[in-house]
């Protein structure tokens, strides 16, 4: 019913910059909460970056001052502007959307980025 694409991961240097970019579409009514999650090798999946279809962003201390989540409700896209990527940054980033659709509410998880930060 409702899929979720993701780019921009790869490779950067410490103290560089990416840009996440995570779209849905299909049968959408409206969306609630997004976010972005990451999990290293090894790790449990932790939460990095949420925000809701107003506006208000929370973000995990590890993350805070550095990542900035936005979204385009028109587009039904959500970003995490990531600087100053520091090595312990390197994990799979997965978006997340909680979805209103025509049977209900449901979330639905992007398929994955790979973001390496290494010299």
């Known amino acids: 019913q409702v899929q979720l694409v993701e780019s921009g991961g790869g490779l950067v240097q410490p103290g560089g910059s990416l840009r996440l970019s995570c779209t849905a579409s299909?049968?959408?009514?409206?969306?609630?909460?997004m976010g972005w999650y990451r999990q290293a090798p090894g790790k449990e999946r932790e939460l990095v970056a949420t925000i809701t279809s107003g506006g208000s962003t929370n973000y995990a201390d590890s993350v805070k001052g550095r990542f900035t989540i936005s979204r385009d409700n028109a587009k039904n896209t959500v970003y995490l502007q990531m600087n100053s990527l520091k090595p312990e940054d390197t994990a799979v980033y997965y978006c997340k959307a909680d979805v209103m659709g025509p049977y209900g509410k449901f979330y639905y998880w992007g398929q994955g980025t790979q973001v390496t930060v290494s010299s």
């Open positions: 299909g049968s959408i009514f409206s969306i609630n909460t």
